[in-house]
DNA sequence: TGAACATATGAGCAGATGCTCATGTATTGC
DNA sequence: GCAATACATGAGCATCTGCTCATATGTTCA
């Protein structure tokens, strides 16, 4: 019977961490649709507001605000209010070292 | 008018490449299902056939061919035969890194 | 060949997702 | 206050997803 007992060690742990799988998995998921991966990589570079987001994603801006709204509640991105903006940023560089990693992956694979 | 025609940098470039973020978004999804994670997770430690990865999925055998099927389609994990077993690996250990970022990343979201 | 085990695949369904349209709320300036 | 601009939100809908069930295909061994 005590051999079940044995403290968890790699992959038993891995396993047994439901919360880090399921978050792992919601920002894995928050990073796997196209706009939003487009609104995430556009703000790598610069916080931008709603309106600015909307001259590069070709979808609505009810769509960005949406978007940018599971974005938020997921902790990807901040916001902030200047005047009758929005403006929105990168909330820590995890998200940025993420989709480089991801762009960079994607380009191997077609090599 | 020439104005337009310098050379992409930075965020055109990245926005300008369809091909890299649609493979970036792709690879992202495969990882953003608990199941599909488990899994990879799982053949991060050691090679595992299908039935091995039953003892630790929740699911059906039929669920986890399918996720398999499509881990394997966007190469993600390799398979081989080996008698009546089917073993499956991951692709290369750009997934591996990836599992771990995230993992990583997850848990700090927590604290 | 036929039984047993291992894996793959197709159908079908309930729930999730991402979009647009319409409309609501903020903020600014006249 | 009122119009204009910027953003947010709810409803509704078409599509996608992930699962199970049933069944087909592969492989081994007697």
Redesign the pocket.
Known sequence: MGDKERPLTGLDAFLADEDAIYGATQIF?AL????RFQILGALMTAER???ELQEICP?????I?????LLRDRGLVA?R?E????IYSLADDHVATLISVGLEHAGEELS
Chains 1, 2 share one sequence.
């Open positions: 998921d796997s649709d196209y706009t507001s709603v309106t979808v609505s801006q009810s769509a605000s949406h978007q940018l709204r916001q209010r005047g009758q903006r929005s």
